[in-house]
């Protein structure tokens, strides 16, 4: 049901690209990879070979990053007692998520996997007990490790690895340059990460659609861009309500629990891998501690803060971009 709403919206994002912009012809094909819908919208007479080349793209990564399958770097990992080489590619994003930490205060977290594990939100319908949560925070903090050339080493064997909020992110980057030295123009919406692949013919700037929070079939502003990335984290993809909380995916390294008082993050930037972690990052660091990191420079992007039915933090970079 979650999903098919999501669905609704990425379909949503494209009709509104398309009827702002010429009457070029347009397709779109979609994919499930990565536990989610990627969508892939190009304007003129694509090629075929584009879509299944992005395909291919995401699902390389795939092979490599998933918690879940057994042939993957992560899983050699994250079953290893004391290490893995990686991968040249994954190691750069290991360094990449590392430094997210080191930047975010720890906020932002890929050793959180036992506690991602642990509340199971996909399938869980009641609040897991506080001794649980306790003992899965033993086995999370990124000074576990330490990554040293390719290999990466961890100090406690329980400490494992979940690259769900950085993968889609990085997937799209790939997907998008290889789409730009194509010559290609289009939408590409993984998951809630959209890319915005070179210039509408006529000129105009995209419009990128925002769900509302609080309705699924609503939306709630609209981006006016005319090149990057928009990633999204939100409180309502996966979840589950009891006694009135929500629980949802994103979980705060330091109590282990699902984040309150933030239901979404937009994050618009020009790098796709740091746009998907910043979202996730901002979301748990929650309003206070995500302005001053915003004004630090440390990275540069910019961002919508979504509080309650009523307070969205805008930041003074969208001035003239971000409507309501
Ligand atoms: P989505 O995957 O729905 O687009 P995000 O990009 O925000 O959403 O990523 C959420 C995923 O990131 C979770 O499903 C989990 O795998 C992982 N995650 C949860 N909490 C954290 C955290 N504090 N730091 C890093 N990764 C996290
Ligand atoms: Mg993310």
Not at 31 to 56: P, R
Not at 197 to 203: I, L, Q, R, T
Request: aromatic share 10%; glycine share 8%; with cysteine.
């Amino acid at each position: 049901m979650k999903k098919t709403a999501s669905f609704c919206l990425i379909l949503a994002l494209v009709l509104t690209a398309c009827a702002c912009g010429s009457r070029e012809k347009t397709d779109t094909k979609t994919f499930f990879l990565m536990d989610t819908f990627l969508s892939i919208t190009l304007y003129g007479e694509a090629d075929a070979s584009l879509y299944s080349e992005v395909n291919s793209i995401v699902s390389a990564i795939e092979a490599k990053a998933s918690r879940t399958l057994t042939t993957s770097e992560v899983y050699a990992f994250n079953h290893a007692d004391d290490g893995y080489t990686f991968s040249d590619e994954m190691a750069m994003l290991i360094e990449r998520a590392l430094a997210m930490s080191e930047a975010t205060g720890g906020a932002y977290d890929i050793t959180v996997a036992p506690l991602v594990e642990l509340w199971n939100i996909k399938e869980a319908t009641q609040p897991v007990r506080e001794e649980a949560v306790a003992e899965a925070l033993t086995k999370v903090g990124y000074q576990q490790l330490t990554l040293s050339g390719n290999t990466l080493t961890k100090i406690d064997p329980d400490v494992t690895l979940d690259l769900g909020s950085l993968a889609k992110g990085y997937a799209l980057e790939k997907a998008k340059h290889y789409l730009e030295e194509q010559n290609a123009v289009g939408i590409l919406n993984f998951g809630g990460n959209v890319a915005l692949v070179g210039a509408k013919s006529d000129g105009s700037p995209w419009r990128v659609s925002l769900r509302d929070p609080f309705s699924a079939d609503r939306t709630k502003g609209q981006l006016s861009l005319t090149a990057g990335v928009v990633s999204v984290s939100g409180d309502y993809e996966r979840y589950f309500e009891a006694d009135g909380v929500r629980y949802h995916h994103i979980i705060s390294p330091f109590d282990g629990y699902p984040v309150q008082g933030v239901h979404s993050v937009a994050v618009c930037s020009s790098d796709a891998l740091e746009a998907d972690m910043l979202s996730t990052a901002l979301f748990v660091m929650g309003q206070a501690s995500a302005a001053a990191f915003y004004e630090s420079g440390m990275y540069e992007f910019e961002y919508i803060m979504t509080l309650s039915q009523d307070e969205t933090i805008v930041s003074e970079g969208l001035d003239g971009v971000y409507t309501e």
